[in-house]
């Protein structure tokens, strides 16, 4: 048995670490699937990645599954309320958007109504920062790519997306918080 299974060995106990972070169970899954492959990445380097040649070091898988997650959460951080799904098309079974699976009719009525709202104000702001906007909220660019690609300095960037960011979350933060705790008749 190699070092790899070895370490899959403790398979549940790697998803519970990821829950315990505060990660969902399907995305916990895919961390631990994305940290196997980042330790046989390493196995292969020569690394080692056991306390000795049976047993797992715990304490490293763990730092690499907090790491992956909190990359993750970085990641997630990027988009507001209105997260853009990677798969936006529409459902042929239900021939809603994707991002309505899991909602009932009233959280698709209430998360349309915030949606739109969201779109109308940033509608009100000029052709530079709502498209500066919608390029770093919609896209994986990071803000150095950005900057690259557009040629507009990081700072300006930064300074864009975290006014119209704070403009956003100043206007529909007490929607946004209703939607989450199920007051839809308040939005």
């Given amino acids: 048995m190699n070092e790899l299974e070895k370490i899959a060995k ?3 106990l790697w998803i519970k670490m990821v829950l315990n972070m505060g990660c969902n169970e399907s995305m916990a899954e895919d961390i631990v699937q994305q940290m196997y492959l980042r330790i046989d990445r390493l196995i292969k380097e020569g690394k080692n990645v056991m306390y000795d040649k049976e047993s ?7 730092l690499t599954l907090k790491s992956m997650y909190i990359d993750y959460k970085r990641a997630r951080v990027k988009y507001t309320f209105f997260e853009i799904m990677e798969n936006d098309e529409v459902d042929v079974i239900s021939e809603s958007p994707a991002y309505y699976t899991g909602m009932d009719m009233k959280e698709q009525k209430a998360f349309t109504k ?5 779109l109308d104000e940033m509608d009100t702001w000029d052709f530079y920062n709502k498209n500066l906007c919608i390029a770093y909220f919609t896209t994986d660019l990071s803000l150095n790519k950005l900057s690259k690609e557009l040629n507009i300095g990081k700072s300006s960037i930064y300074n864009t997306i975290k006014t119209h ?4 979350y100043e206007k529909f933060r007490e929607d946004v918080e209703d939607f989450y705790n199920k007051d839809y008749d308040k939005i």
């Fill in 10 to 12: 403790g398979h549940s």
């Fill in 56 to 62: 797992a070091n715990r304490f490293y898988i763990y």
């Fill in 114 to 118: 915030i949606y739109n709202r969201i």
């Fill in 165 to 168: 960011r704070d403009i956003i």
